[in-house]
Nanobody, 125 residues
């Protein structure tokens, strides 16, 4: 089970950190992904992190502004967003994956086993 926190209304240019807390014994062996879904759009991949936290993957659209990290001892994963833009307004989801073969798998939402409830981020201009 994944429980998300953070989010809310923020001003453009600011920063925000979302958290995702997991339960269960296998968290430290799971890859993690973050996705977002804007109104009227499909869910899109915005970053992933392997089980160790040493390898992170981001699409070019968010590279440099989004940072994913994890604390396996706390069973938590984080998404930090810098230089927020109104286009970042969306519902953000964390997800776990027990079997990803490589970096090419991270963007595929069908490969994830569990999802957080989603948290709304609204960026005002």
């Amino acid at each position: 089970q994944l429980v998300q926190s953070g989010g809310g209304l923020v001003q453009a240019g600011g920063s925000l950190t979302l958290s995702c807390a997991a339960s269960g014994q296998s968290f430290s062996t799971y890859a993690m992904g973050w996705f977002r879904q804007a109104p009227g759009k499909e869910r899109s991949f915005i970053g992933g992190l392997d089980w160790s936290g040493r390898s992170a993957y981001y699409p070019d659209s968010v590279k440099g502004r989004f940072t994913i990290s994890r604390d396996n001892a706390k069973k938590e994963v984080y998404l930090k967003i810098d230089s927020l833009k109104p286009d970042d307004t969306a519902v953000y989801f964390c997800a776990t994956a027990s079997h990803l073969s490589g970096s090419g798998d991270y963007p595929d939402p069908k490969l994830y086993d569990g999802w957080g409830q989603g948290t709304q981020v609204t960026v005002s201009s």
